[in-house]
């Protein structure tokens, strides 16, 4: 879809599109992105009605049916790229609307496979097709993310009523122990675009994401840790008097990264970037507030 709405938009440069040429695009963008939604509702729907039915046994096919809803995530945020100017907050509401839908479900979904896991029967085979489920799962929830960021990217504060309803029941459980890495960086991944599009309403989260951006900063896991510490950035840069109490908090938690003895190696060194990229940023912006003994 994405290729033919790049055409559209090329013929309307060039002026040879048939109709209106104001309104040929807009007409064309409107109908894909619709039906992208309603299509990934239908898709959705199938991988439900299929796991509750069979509540108690794995179903192959429910791989294949996520990869295709991971599929048209993507798909729809290329298209959302192609049209960004042409978005209503209409067809806001109704896309972050259907991503709830898909997160929601995703999460159900994981929950069975957990329970499923703990069953007394479950063997090698089911455990070989678990961790292909999950890992589908996981897919899904990076479109999701890419989705998300889109949107922030080109409605900026007006996003903000949206991301509301998305970080209570949505983003914020995401960040647990218990979770994925791929669930735990998707919070920072957004919030970070929020903070990055517009920090001026972006700090009024800062009791919520400062705190876990400070945890998560020292985290195992180098994916989260990388997502982390470019919040960190963001914050030294844009936050104000927000990042000035935990100045030398962040310095403490950024020089745990610089200075581990593994820090260079190459699962680490994006992380290792960032944190870097922190120092730098701190120092730049809070010099005032840094203990010379840091």
């Not at 046994?57 to 295709?68: D, F, P, R, Y």
């Not at 959302?80 to 209503?88: D, H, K, M, T, V």
């Amino acid at each position: 879809m994405h290729y033919l709405l790049c055409s559209a938009k090329l013929a309307v440069k060039k002026g040879i599109a048939e109709g209106e040429i104001e309104s040929y695009f807009t007409k064309l963008s409107d109908c894909i992105i619709l039906s992208l939604l309603e299509a990934l509702h239908e898709v959705v729907l199938n991988i439900s009605t299929v796991t509750q039915r069979l509540p108690d046994v794995l179903w192959k096919g429910n791989e294949a049916t996520a990869e295709i809803c991971a599929f048209m995530l993507g798909e729809l945020d290329d298209c959302l790229q192609i049209c960004q100017p042409l978005l209503s907050e209409g067809q806001l509401r109704k896309i972050v609307d259907e991503v709830k839908h898909v997160g929601t479900e995703s999460t159900n979904r994981k929950r069975k496979l957990k329970e499923r896991a703990k069953s007394e029967d479950f063997d090698a085979e089911e455990d070989e097709l678990l961790s292909e489920e999950k890992e589908q799962e996981g897919k899904i929830l990076v479109h999701v993310g890419l989705v998300l960021t889109t949107l922030i990217e080109t409605f900026k504060a007006a996003f903000l009523p949206f991301f509301d309803e998305l970080m209570s029941s949505y983003l914020i459980p995401m960040w647990g122990k218990e979770m994925t890495v791929q669930e735990r960086c998707t919070p920072f991944f957004i919030f970070d675009h929020l903070l990055e599009e517009c920090p001026e309403v972006a700090l009024k989260y800062s009791d919520e994401f400062l705190p876990l951006l400070l945890d998560a900063s020292n985290d195992e896991s180098p994916a989260v840790r990388q997502c982390a510490l470019y919040g960190l950035v963001l914050y030294a840069e844009y936050g104000g008097y927000d990042f000035k109490p935990v100045v030398k908090e962040a310095i403490s938690r950024i020089n745990v990264v610089i200075l581990h003895f593994r820090a260079r190696e190459p699962e680490n060194e994006s992380a290792f970037d960032n944190a870097v990229y922190a120092l730098g940023k701190t120092f730049q912006f809070h010099w005032e507030n840094i203990d010379s003994s840091a």
